[in-house]
């Protein structure tokens, strides 16, 4: 079975541009969830989408959105990119939402604002 | 509150020799699933071992085990026979209930030296 699939692997913004990352969870996983990994901060949860609905939600602003096709691939768009955005980018899926489904993770999209 | 503590910000294991990390949680949940991930260098989160709440006995994943104490709301993660390419960030997470997002802790850095 295929894994998660992040795309692009690396991307170079600048300041004010947007951005569009997409992902590919493994066959039969409804669950997508994104996070965003800076050193500063760590591991955080930026959303995470089941059946085309989005379903929990971290604290990020507006400018950070996502959504889900119905063929459960997702993506994450970030509208005027600020410097603080540089980050890796971590998909990941699970086959539902049941507290003993595990995450899978893709390998991420590493972000570089300029 | 933390919901995933991880006191170890840094770890050192010689090769061949076993180390544990420690992951203490808070939940009021009766339902919830524990995990650890491996991140190397490379970006990617690599899904380790599960603990589920109800579980009574330790889980096992090859030279990876899981000591779960529940009413301490501990789940170290014991790695057997350390190898160089052990050498990676780790993640402690929680899952509660049913559609709720994983916690991750801060990780844990452990260097495993020759």
């Known amino acids: 079975k295929a894994g998660v699939t992040q795309t692009p692997r690396y991307l170079i913004k600048t300041r004010g541009q947007q951005v569009t990352l997409s992902c590919s969870p493994i066959?039969?996983?409804?669950?997508v969830s994104w996070y965003q990994q800076t050193p500063g901060q760590g591991l955080q949860f930026l959303f995470e989408?089941?059946?085309?609905?989005?379903?929990n939600k971290g604290n990020f602003p507006g400018r950070f959105s996502g959504r889900q096709f119905s063929n459960s691939r997702s993506e994450m768009n970030v509208s005027t990119l600020e410097l603080g955005d540089s980050a890796l980018y971590l998909c990941?899926?699970?086959?539902?939402?049941?507290?003993?489904?595990?995450?899978?993770f893709g390998n991420g999209t590493r972000l570089t604002v300029t | 509150a933390q919901k995933i503590t991880q006191t170890q910000p840094g770890m050192f294991v010689q090769e061949k020799e076993a180390v544990t990390l420690d992951c203490t949680y808070d939940?009021?949940?009766?339902?919830?699933?524990l995990f650890w991930y491996k991140q190397p260098s490379s970006g990617e989160m690599i899904f380790l071992i599960y603990?589920?709440?109800?579980?009574?006995q330790n889980a096992t994943e090859g030279r990876y085990s899981l000591n779960f104490q529940k009413a301490r709301k501990s789940a170290n993660l014991v790695i057997s026979a350390s190898q160089l390419g052990d050498s990676a960030m780790y993640f402690c997470?929680?899952?509660?209930?049913?559609?709720?997002?994983?916690?991750f802790g801060p990780g844990t850095r452990l260097s495993v030296l020759p």
């Open positions: 997470a929680m899952r509660e209930g049913y559609g709720q997002n994983f916690v």
């Open positions: 603990q589920g709440s109800y579980d009574e």
């Open positions: 989408y089941f059946s085309e609905t989005q379903r």
């Open positions: 990941a899926s699970s086959l539902e939402g049941a507290y003993n489904s595990p995450l899978h």
């Open positions: 939940t009021s949940d009766q339902s919830y699933g």
């Open positions: 066959s039969g996983h409804r669950s």
